[in-house]
């Protein structure tokens, strides 16, 4: 069993900067394509970013050139730079994890609020 803990959100003027972590505990040898979603209040959850095993990315448009998504594999941990935050990131992000022969699994959220 994997399990997902998230950290690193908060209140933060526009402008500002914020780091999430993400760490995974238990069967995390085949932790493969990790990411972050971000559901906004009202809105459906959707992809910011995510990293492979390998380490390719891809980011949602409304994120690039701002955020950088990273991972360290030998602790089991993604992270997510968030720079130049405005009001439309503020959201719960979520934390995501692909693992091989299980499926998926889902941290709880951090919430992230941006004010201006």
């Known amino acids: 069993q994997v399990q997902l803990e998230e950290s690193g959100g908060g209140l933060v003027q526009a402008g500002g900067s914020l780091r999430l972590s993400c760490a995974a505990s238990g069967s995390t040898d085949s932790l493969m394509t990790m990411a972050w979603y971000r559901q906004a209040p009202g809105k459906q959850r959707d992809l910011v970013a995510l990293?492979?095993?390998?380490?390719?990315?891809n980011y949602s448009d409304s994120v690039k050139g701002r955020f950088t998504i990273s991972r360290d594999n030998a602790k089991n941990t993604v992270y997510l730079q968030m720079n130049n935050l405005n009001s439309q990131d503020t959201a719960i992000y979520y934390c995501?994890?692909?693992?091989?022969?299980?499926?998926?699994?889902w941290g709880q959220g951090t919430q992230v609020s941006v004010f201006s």
């Open positions: 995501y994890a692909a693992i091989l022969r299980v499926g998926v699994r």
């Open positions: 990293i492979t095993r390998g380490g390719g990315t």
